[in-house]
């Protein structure tokens, strides 16, 4: 029997299934099977208007969401925000939303509402079209600085990180291909806690400038800085960060990771990605004019968009079964959350927190951030061209 032979039979055989008493039911499963060779479950789901025979169409359960509409919304927040994951993704939406209208066109209530309820595996399969897998590696420009190593301690035991304060910082090259000559360096800063993150730049990693760029940071800090966590690199292990550091009024810990253990810092090597090589690439920054336009980034958009817009893992439990671990981890925050709900925050410092917040846009942050960014790329463009004609 054809699939039309099929539908013709269906259509009449329907409406005397319905009608008919449970008794009666079964005669005639028995004879639509038969007849079309159909599996009894199966059968049952056709008759009851579940589902269409083979051949006929199979509508399925009706979707949840309206994809055509919420998908055009969906991909501008996921590239406001960087290509954030999916996980981090979910806690960001409810941030963004609500300064959706003002950015694009304004969006319906129910379409929001689909937007709020969007899981982690369906963002995933809705932006799987538009995903671009991009992987770049860098060059290592770590030398190391044993001239303080033995007035340095190792960090032997793990911070409390149950309060903010306590900083892992780390520096990236952008060299480009080659770590040959003069070029601009990125500090990079992020709280063990709360995960809140600065950057700074500086030209080359001289201990001056390292310094200078920490101090800046330590003064832009919601929070007081109780301890100094760095690589085995001498831009950290110099005197005038130990005598910094010694003589600091709030008695601040410095201390240093073991040689050749990225792990030790991994929460700031995690953010030399993030913060930096995603929002500069691995381009090649050789003029000192480029460090101040770079700060000027740093130190207020990006910081901003960072800190009080992108929800940030952090991991709550880790156990080891056999040969793997199993890790858990606590629902997506931004840092400025975290701080929010802190008990080692006081009123005041909340108050100005939430002061601040109130008077951003993250989508008019974006728009500030791709803006300055072209003026860099800009100047980077000219010497390229420049360096091509020599």
Not at 75 to 91: E, F, G, N, P, V
Not at 315 to 328: A, E, G, P
Not at 357 to 375: D, E, G, V
Request: aromatic share 10%; net charge positive; proline share 6%.
């Amino acid at each position: 029997m054809g699939k039309h032979e099929k539908r013709a039979y269906l259509k009449q055989i329907k409406p005397r299934y319905k009608k008919a008493s449970k008794a009666e039911k079964q005669p005639i499963l028995d004879e639509f099977c038969a007849v079309c060779g159909y599996n009894r479950k199966y059968a049952i789901r056709v008759l009851n208007g579940r589902k269409s025979p083979k051949g006929a169409g199979q509508p399925g359960r009706k979707p949840t969401y309206d994809h055509d509409k919420i998908l055009q919304p969906l991909k501008r927040i996921w590239l406001a925000t960087d290509q954030m994951c999916s996980k981090k993704l979910t806690a960001a939406i409810p941030l963004w939303l609500p300064f959706y209208d003002e950015a694009y066109e304004p969006m319906e209530n129910n379409i929001q509402q689909q937007l709020l309820k969007l899981s982690p595996a369906t963002i995933d399969r809705l932006l799987k079209p538009t995903r671009l897998n991009a992987k770049a590696k860098g060059l290592s420009g770590t030398k190391p600085g044993s001239l303080l190593r033995n007035q340095i301690p190792i960090r032997t035991h793990a911070w409390d990180i149950t309060q903010p304060g306590f900083m892992e910082a780390d520096t990236v090259a952008h060299c480009g291909n080659s770590l040959a000559g003069d070029f601009v360096w990125s500090l990079t800063m992020t709280d063990y806690d709360c995960g809140w993150t600065e950057c700074r730049a500086t030209w080359n990693k001289g201990a001056h400038g390292v310094l200078e760029q920490i101090q800046c940071v330590e003064n832009n800090l919601p929070f007081t800085l109780k301890g100094f966590d760095c690589d085995n690199g001498s831009e950290f292990l110099n005197h005038h960060l130990v005598r910094y550091f010694q003589d600091h009024p709030k008695g601040v810990h410095f201390t240093r990771s073991r040689p050749y253990k990225k792990n030790d810092n991994a929460h700031v090597e995690q953010k030399n990605w993030t913060h930096v090589r995603q929002l500069f690439g691995y381009d090649r920054f050789d003029k000192p004019l480029l460090v101040d336009l770079m700060n000027d980034l740093y130190r207020n958009e990006w910081s901003l968009l960072q800190n009080y817009f992108c929800p940030t893992m952090k991991l709550k439990d880790k156990q080891r079964i056999n040969s793997k671990y199993k890790r858990q981890y606590h629902q997506p925050q931004t840092p400025y959350q975290r701080l929010m709900t802190s008990e080692h925050i006081n009123q005041e410092a909340k108050e100005k927190l939430k002061t601040r917040y109130l008077t951003l846009n993250p989508f008019t942050l974006q728009r500030q951030i791709q803006q300055k960014l072209s003026n860099i790329f800009q100047h980077i463009k000219v010497t390229s061209n420049v360096r091509q004609r020599l």
